[in-house]
């Protein structure tokens, strides 16, 4: 018989961070169209802050050419921790940081950012080694091209990260539709075009 | 030498005509993630809007499993001739939508619809035997596949119809910045994910 | 202005012509699925079978490895004319084939076959000489590959033969539901499985 | 020495999941073509007929926006444990369906749904936990795009879910041919277009 | 009426020209897989010597980077015109080499080459200035990506070239199977193993 | 016989027109990978000096979002004539970029910019409507997507525009290697990796 | 420090077991090129007898629509044990066969098959269990679709099957160039069309 | 809790090696586009330099068709220990290679080569063996097409080699950009176009 546990996320025990962000960042994603990972962001995003979870935001050099932080995330998340890291490209690596994933007092991580291999996958592992369940919201995050995605996927799924993306990060964190079917009916309408056309063609039959 | 003419748009004498973008067939497109798609759509709409084109608006059985018109495009053009076609599967064979093409006095169409090499290629063929200039706007069409796509395309281009996409519709019937930095600019931030990452480094740079 | 005609497909003078859809020929389709290709030959069939319209059948050396002529399109046209040809590689070099397209009295001609480039492409170029409106019903008819297919295309649309494919030409022969309503979502219903799941829907909300 | 153990699907053992199989929730599924996924699904369907396995049918708010159940699947299960619902979203934190399962008796469960990252990984990762043997029918379970079925693929795998595709079930269930050559043949004849072929260009050269 | 002309190849008023099939150029070809390349450029050389069309062949600096010709094509054509360039890019810009077609009393010219671009399109368009009928060996000619590819077949049939394949010359050329079933069959099994396929279960069968 | 009349490119007849190769824009680039495209530009570049083609750069709000010129570009043509746009989005809107296209005496344009459908496409049509002989650099050219590619050049093609690529253009300048080895040798060698392996496994054999 | 312990291939410790290559079969191989495939296989196949693997061919069904060996196979390996199964499914499950690869006496296993999932993979999990070290020669083997592919070898892969192409096989068991360098050298030249031009171009140069 | 440890590059304890990066070889690879490899190859080369690392360049029979060492890979070691292996298709296998990975101490080993199953994953494995942590640089390193490494990655990935892309490594051997700036600035600058643009625009925007 299989030992495996089901790690399964669990609304009162998932921290959210998301790594770089930036404007400038984001010019370099290719491995997306810039509609569906604006889309896959902030859908993460509105998730995120239906679900409440503590939702951490860091950036490297807002001031350089990695541009601001983009403008929705900050305005989605205006209390959120905030650590502009002053140089360390391992999120993980920055003392302020680490000190608000652990203030969350949560277990679970959903991480996303850019790009994949190198902010994403960083704190990642690092977490991992440290003992948090790590789930990688693969969606939410961008690089280069596809080879380069392909290898970091491989390395932190290899490290034990699972990759979800952000739909099924936020049916897994939801369980039951009687939990409040209109909060996540709107939160799906919003950020998936097809299901968005699915309910107005149901709620114009029921007319 | 050629005796090319460029046929090229003039908001003067432009109206648009957008053919079944309904919610029940917009389920049918494959050709475009979804999320790419709503956004053409809407963005060919916006433009239209922000030119003040004469739009007309037609659907095929919206009480039907074509389901409704999407409900954006009601919201953005409110006061738009909307011809509900009782079973003209090209809409240029419904009297009432010839008349409101014709009502709006202009030469030059823009054509949108769902599927492409149907509602879209049918009105473009019937228009142009007509003497009419027709554009097509392809990113804003959809269909079932790819191949469906490439037939529909080599099909309306063989017959003298224009193949353009929105952000070259905008462009040419904008000609000049100067004619209004802002309105355009808010309309590509809107519409164009990259474009408004590029707006907001600068912006966040300039502060 | 434009001297374009729209030609237009009348289910009055429309003839299909189904070229070497046979079962070992079928095998060397690669740039569609097989049941992508399946669907398509069988829901132009059925298409042609609905509408009436004069059908031809016509095959390459049934007794070899070309294998036999498709079960399904025997069945689908018992009394169709059938021309088993001896060995002529372009049906249109047939006599008994060019004689029985004459005999339907029609000027457009639906082709579609395996492979693309020759059995479909041969006829196609033969028949625009001789003065027919050509439409190729481009995703029924098949070959080797994607390199192949682009160039088969390019010859026959610069000859002037329209690219059409099977939705399209149902379509437009169609021309208005009203004919019926029901014959037509039947026939879509069938081979459109994205289609038959909004019908579905629509159903089941209707009960 | 490796350690593994072949996992062998056993007919004597096997149970069928198929959830959320809806007629809007199909509409959602993009990584296959339409007729792909229909063959898929409907094959799926037909072995695990053929096979007897027993078969639990689950879905989720029938009356909404997701459709209801694929009627091909309820004609074919016309007496198989149907269970919908009230909002659970991992069927396996139905009781109903956990006792279904557990009623079958049967250690080994194929699983296939809409769409793959919710409906089948979460049951899947359960039933993992819960000591099942697992099986996931990779190509009868269908998502938005391709980057989702990457993960939900890696998550499974990683969990120790076996991943498998509809012929290849009906393969290690039936075993040997000897079992029942007209059968199996009917089945694949049936589903794989390109054997179909080579039946019937065997069968017309048998004559 | 269309006025069109279907300019058929015939085997007595064909020539061949292989332009630039060397081996260092060989390696630049990145839009064909090397196997399929060099099944194709050897498919066409063996369709030409089954016709025994008239063939020349020619290169650019043998002695140089761009590597000898292709071996296997001089063993084919001992005897064929060879024009080593010294210099011409265009194939046309060489008196030589024109005497040498001019001396086939040609007045359809097969041209394949590599790169497509440049080794075809050149002396592609200089023959359809002279009054040529010319078509490309879409297949046998091969270039650096397939955006280059892509430029380089429109350009080509925008001046009028036939865009075909290997496959489709032979047929076209043989026009009927009874002019020699075996030979054909011999250059369709050694170029197309999914035909060789068919004939090798055909074969068995009637054993 | 066909009127086809060969244009091919002169170097004493050609200008070379860059157009909105800025550094903002060049991130907006997703038809080609950031290195294939930035090598492409820099080919065309290197190409036009070589050839010591007239150059004319011009840009469109060098001071906003679009970015510099990229600077690569600036160096290459220290003293290029420059046209640093109020607004207009045509170019060829600008009386200062007609008269210095008019001011080159050329009557064949070279024509590269981002993105391809507005920067290159609009200046190529109107340029072409004035009887220029226009050649668009396509690979030199970029843009949102492929959809957005294929539609731009399906409208510039169909407008008599020739589609190049650089390395076609260097050729067709060149013509004969003779007029200059070592310098087309260099700039191959420079812009197309695969050749300068081919060239630097020939030297080493050489020693 | 890992326990890794790299299971290399040693041509006296290895048998070749080719499973299912059958002309009809093979016409089902879509996620292949044919040319692809072919060489592939024969590659192999040439590679098996050049190091003298001893070498076990097992066939489903001759007789019927699988068709026979592909008769290349039988001339390399006239010699070789042959297993026609009466309807095992699973090589594995036949006694002959296990008896054959037993006979051996080699512990490591070579597996290529038609298709993927379900000949290669059944007898790889077989193997697997009983302890020997399996490599799979992924491009030697083939299957409907990618989807299929991904699968299987995700599957194998998981148990501990070794993923490998026919080239890395050929150079894991040569070792050193200096065992033979002409035969190698011959192998590759035959099966790798690039690497026969490199050949071609240095001894060419070396004249 | 799991036993993940984050085997993280460290700069003080890492070695490079680059194995058959010759001219002809590289001509062999297909799975990058031209400018796409030799940028990526020259990316790692140039990080290599600059952070100091311990690099070992090897290749094989650089006087045969293979071509030699690609020469920017000598310019930028001129220092480095240099293998020409006189046989050893594994350069793991060669003593001189292992003495000279010994020699600079380190028990990271960052790998590339050219092909990707055999030069790299030759070695890979036998480091492995050896209880060296192995970093896979994946795209420094190609082979012929995706297939075959899709292969690659999974027996290495298998075995517990870390894939990795040049991008994150740099940024994992970095770790902090206080550490110097200006310096991975200018790698990243030199080898990401796309961040070059972003910088430029930047620097625009301070002047």
């Known amino acids: 018989m299989s030992n495996f546990k089901y790690r399964r996320l669990d609304k009162n025990d998932v921290a959210v961070l998301l790594v770089d962000h930036q404007t400038g ?5 290719h491995d997306f169209s810039p509609d569906d990972f604006k889309n896959n962001v902030l859908a993460l995003a509105d998730a995120a802050k239906y ?8 950036t490297s050099f807002e001031d350089g050419p990695n541009g601001p932080l983009v403008p929705e995330l900050k305005e989605i998340f205006p209390d959120a921790a ?13 003392e302020d940081f680490v000190k608000a994933v652990k203030a969350t007092g949560k277990q679970q991580l959903l991480i996303a950012g850019i790009v994949t291999e190198v902010c994403v996958a960083f704190p990642a592992l690092s977490a ?23 290898a970091a996927w491989e390395r932190m799924s ?34 998936l075009p097809s299901y968005r056309c699915l309910i107005q063609s149901y709620m114009a039959r029921g007319k």
Not at 51 to 58: A, D, G, N, S, Y
Not at 82 to 94: E, V
Not at 133 to 141: L, M, N, P, Q, T
Not at 159 to 188: K, P, S, Y
Request: glycine share 8%; with cysteine; aromatic share 12%.
């Open 25 to 29: 960042l984001t010019n370099l994603v």
């Open 51 to 58: 679900f409440k979870l503590p939702t951490i935001l860091t």
């Open 82 to 94: 905030y650590i502009a890291r002053p140089g360390n490209i391992n999120a993980w690596d920055n």
């Open 128 to 150: 991992l080694e440290e003992g948090y369940e790590v789930f990688v919201v693969a969606d939410a995050s961008g690089t280069f091209n596809q080879t380069t995605r392909d």
């Open 158 to 191: 290899a490290a034990g990260a699972q990759m979800m993306t952000w739909f099924g990060v936020a049916c897994e964190l939801h369980r039951d539709w009687r939990n409040d079917i209109e909060g996540l009916g709107a939160l799906f309408s919003n950020h």
